[in-house]
């Protein structure tokens, strides 16, 4: 059995690959609930409760930790959440395929590439990297066999809180003003969350993708200016983009506390933010689908 933590847009991108490949699947969520095929259950649990998450895994072959807590909580809650979920892989004896990002390496000149140190300065970088370090040592100790698979700021079908996400995309199918964070015009690596989805059941199916890192495959980086201008072109509109820097983020974050966190993390969309994935696509033979591709499946997606 394969159980996916996580019902939201990459639980359900790895979901639809697994039935794809006509694989069992269980996903669980803190509501229970999700539209998925018929074949796919969908169960409850509270990942807070170790005991709950232990007995939601029971049986579990490989597990997708795809979940995350609410983003302005992930300092308090961020480790003990995926500290249950490793309880639960260890006890059931499954393995364990992670979805990570990239914050645990900080701000890098040039590419950034699996081999780099984690040098974050940031709260929510230091996070993954303690997260990330964990997750190595209990491989190296031969008490779990754990992959990750790290990608970029994700968009696609059904994507939503993303800088890239459906409050992007929705002003650009209807040909109205979009709202991007930072320099557009800095080269941004993005990925297409159906690539993100199917990169991660492919390193759950290579015994020697376990006890390290990989990139997900990422089309060549872009300026964000030319990602959106390519998808209002796709929508048939002229480009229509606007800024918001700190003090924008600062005033909308007295109100939405995610835009307040999302400050210390804005230096990804000041400078270039460039990701190789080259490693991924030469071992596992998996190139990411074409940028214009994936930007039109994602407006072809959208729901205005």
């Not at 539209?35 to 005991?51: G, H, I, R, Y």
């Not at 992930?74 to 990002?101: M, R, Y």
């Not at 984690?118 to 190595?136: F, Q």
Request: with cysteine; aromatic share 8%.
């Amino acid at each position: 059995m394969n159980v996916i933590f996580g019902t939201g847009p990459l639980g359900m991108a790895v979901m639809r690959e697994l039935v794809a490949l006509g694989e069992p699947v269980k996903m669980v969520s803190l509501s229970g609930k999700a539209t998925v095929p018929s074949a796919v259950s969908v169960k409850q649990a509270n990942v807070m409760n170790e005991d709950e998450t232990k007995a939601i895994m029971k049986h579990a072959k490989v597990v997708f930790q795809c979940a995350q807590p609410p983003y302005q909580k992930w300092h308090e809650l961020f480790l003990p959440f995926q500290e249950h979920i490793i309880s639960g892989a260890i006890a059931a004896g499954a393995k364990l395929v992670v979805a990570e990002n990239v914050y645990m390496y900080g701000q890098v000149n040039g590419s950034m590439h699996e081999g780099l140190p984690y040098t974050a300065v940031t709260k929510k970088g230091k996070v993954r990297a303690d997260m990330s370090n964990r997750l190595l040592q209990l491989y190296q100790e031969g008490i779990l066999q754990v992959t990750m698979g790290r990608g970029a700021d994700f968009f696609g079908p059904n994507v939503h809180h993303s800088s890239v996400g459906s409050r992007l995309f929705k002003p650009i199918v209807k040909g109205k003003a979009c709202t991007v964070m930072g320099n557009p015009d800095k080269k941004h690596t993005y990925t297409f969350i159906d690539d993100f989805g199917k990169a991660l059941v492919v390193l759950s199916q290579h015994e020697d993708a376990y006890g390290r890192a990989w990139h997900v495959p990422n089309d060549a980086a872009v300026t964000t200016r030319e990602f959106i201008e390519t998808a209002y072109r796709l929508a048939g509109f002229p480009a229509n983009i606007q800024t918001m820097g700190k003090a924008m983020l600062r005033i909308g974050g007295l109100f939405i506390p995610a835009a307040r966190e999302s400050i210390e993390m804005l230096y990804q969309f000041e400078n270039d933010f460039i990701i190789d994935s080259s490693l991924f696509s030469e071992r596992f033979g998996l190139k990411a689908t074409p940028l214009e591709e994936a930007i039109a499946k994602t407006l072809e997606s959208t729901v205005v």
